[in-house]
């Protein structure tokens, strides 16, 4: 991706951890040391962790393009939201598919993210597929 040299390379904060879990579609990590550790029990929840435990520099700075993409797509979708109660204002027409283009697109970055880092998309990117244990 080009312009990622303008990325840090230092080590994904906290926040950005649950940023990269989030867009690859899997739930909230919960409290480290305590309690119930559910990517303890699924092998690509533990990958997604070691890898952004262990990227690398240009790894980070990538990561970091990939998720200052996807915050603004993920913005884009409620902010065009606001259109929905207008059909047309002026010489200007609704486009009756941009939240579901705007979202597609979104899942399209999520799915992108997921493949760079090397993990499986989490089960909320998995198409509405129940894990049955």
Not at 7 to 21: G, I
Not at 60 to 69: H, P
Request: hydrophobic residues 40%; proline residues 5%; aromatic residues 12%.
């Amino acid at each position: 991706m080009s312009g990622s040299s303008s990325f840090s390379s230092d080590p994904l904060s906290e926040a950005e951890r649950v940023d990269v879990r989030r867009f690859c579609g899997y739930p909230a990590f919960g409290a480290g040391s305590s309690g119930f550790q559910s990517w303890r029990f699924f092998d690509s929840y533990g990958l997604l962790e070691f890898r952004m435990t262990n990227m690398s520099a240009d790894e980070l700075r990538v990561t970091r393009q990939y998720l200052a993409s996807l915050y603004a797509l993920e913005q884009a979708i409620p902010t065009s939201a606001a259109n929905l109660d207008t059909e047309k204002a002026a010489v200007w027409t609704h486009n009756s598919q941009e939240v579901v283009e705007r979202t597609r697109l979104y899942e399209q970055w999520q799915r992108r993210l997921t493949s760079f880092i090397g993990v499986p998309p989490g089960p909320a990117l998995a198409g509405g597929c129940a894990i049955v244990i």
